[in-house]
């Protein structure tokens, strides 16, 4: 009997960290799930591409031509011709069984788009903090594999790719940093379901290779984008002064000067979301004032997120 074709692809992510990407490639490659796999290549300097086609030649390297940021992934979901795909940074891993787990789960619901994986760190295996708040969510999640989530963590998902690619993926604008905030909204409005699902395992063992100030700006910024491009008018402005309040002197401006520079865009591309999305990143909200939050709803991250390219 023929095998199975795969039903997953799994897109890598990396720039500019040959010897991490390598790593992960390596365990990806060794998995027994029936998977495809890409490494998208966000112009690395460092031979990224050629190190991963020398050592293995049968992998598929897209190389993005200059870095892209999280907006690099919509390139392997284009280039992939499965169902479903398992996003990766080049510092995770996924474990065995956790993929053909996911893509059974997707089979037997078809109103879900992601699934967001059990996130252990480190030789330690600690679960992610980020996952301890989702495993509390209030959201109703009655039926489904998991708790219901309005949001999910970009490096460590399993999505449905016509979900994907019907939001239009990450935007290009954003870059990186709490990049999936707006793309769980547009999911949540256009009825699909995210959840939480800790059966499925990804590791993370985080490079020492990090720009933490440029990402915290990032983060800042685009969580403002993400309110003025999904919430009503007065809910954008709290969150914006919300976002700014929490912030230092220079980090303040920075953000604040940038986050301005969306004014040419987010007017032409501005969807309030419907009232019933409105109403779960309120449960959300009253989740995190009682302490007990979940992943925060979009627009109130505090939860990692897709790793710095």
Not at 20 to 42: H, K
Request: charged fraction near 25%; glycine fraction near 8%.
């Amino acid at each position: 009997m023929a095998p199975a074709e795969p039903r997953v692809t799994i897109v890598v992510l990396t720039h500019d960290r040959r010897d991490e990407v390598l790593r992960t490639v390596g365990g990806l490659s060794a998995l027994p799930d029936r998977v495809r796999l890409c490494v998208v290549d966000n112009g690395s300097r460092d031979g990224t591409a050629d190190a991963l086609r020398a050592a293995f030649p049968d992998l598929h390297v897209i190389e993005a031509g200059g870095n892209l940021g999280a907006a690099g992934r919509n390139l392997g979901v284009q280039w992939t011709r499965t169902p479903y795909v398992a996003f990766c940074d080049d510092d995770t891993c996924w474990q065995p069984h956790s993929l053909d787990l996911a893509a059974d789960l997707l089979d037997r619901h078809p109103d879900i788009a992601v699934l967001c994986a059990q996130v252990r760190v480190r030789a330690e295996e600690r679960p992610d903090p980020a996952c301890e708040r989702m495993a509390r969510s209030p959201l109703p999640s009655r039926g489904l594999p998991g708790k219901a989530l309005l949001g999910f963590l970009a490096g460590a998902a399993v999505m449905r790719a016509c979900a994907f690619l019907e939001t239009g993926g990450y935007h290009p604008a954003f870059f990186i940093g709490a990049e999936e905030a707006l793309m769980a909204l547009d999911f949540a409005a256009a009825g699909w379901r995210m959840v939480y699902c800790p059966r499925i395992v990804t590791r993370h063992q985080p490079s020492p290779r990090r720009d933490t100030p440029l990402r915290r700006r990032l983060l800042a910024r685009n969580e403002i984008w993400t309110a003025w491009l999904r919430l009503p008018l007065a809910e954008a402005g709290r969150e914006t002064l919300r976002i700014l309040s929490g912030l230092r002197g220079t980090d303040r401006l920075a953000v604040a000067v940038s986050a301005l520079g969306g004014l040419r865009w987010i007017p032409g591309q501005r969807r309030v979301v419907p009232p019933r999305v409105l109403a779960m990143r309120r449960t959300l909200a009253r989740g995190m004032e009682a302490g007990g939050s979940p992943v925060p709803p979009p627009g109130r991250r505090s939860a990692p997120s897709s790793r710095e390219r």
